[in-house]
């Protein structure tokens, strides 16, 4: 079992940067690849970022350019950079830990952080 716990969300102006971290359990963490999702009211889950456990990231292209995912495998932690945030940035952040292995696939969500982005 892996728990993750999320931190950093709060209210923040358009155009203002906020950084959200993930730190997870187990120290088995960068076999994972590690994701930030969101989801907004009335919407459904939507993948931010992604990295994989050699570093290689994706990026939704609602954030692209704005956004940085990164990961200390050293303090089992993950980090979501949030730049030029905008309204519709506004959200419940997720961290999400996935792994696949021969015998089936493993995958574990946080609880969520809320981030607002309001003037």
């Known amino acids: 079992q892996v728990q993750l716990v999320e931190s950093g969300g709060g209210l923040v102006q358009p155009g203002g940067s906020l950084r959200l971290s993930c730190a997870a359990s187990r120290s088995i963490f960068s076999m994972y690849v590690m994701g930030w999702y969101r989801q907004a009211p009335g919407k459904e889950r939507e993948m931010v970022a992604i990295i994989t456990s050699g570093g290689t990231a994706n990026y939704a292209d609602s954030v692209k350019g704005r956004s940085t995912i990164s990961r200390d495998n050293a303090k089992n932690t993950v980090y979501l950079q949030m730049n030029s945030l905008k309204p519709e940035d506004t959200a419940v952040y997720y961290c999400?830990?996935?792994?696949?292995?021969?015998?089936?696939?493993?995958?574990?969500w946080g609880q969520g952080t809320q981030v607002t982005v309001s003037s």
């Open positions: 999400n830990a996935v792994r696949t292995v021969f015998s089936g696939t493993y995958n574990y």
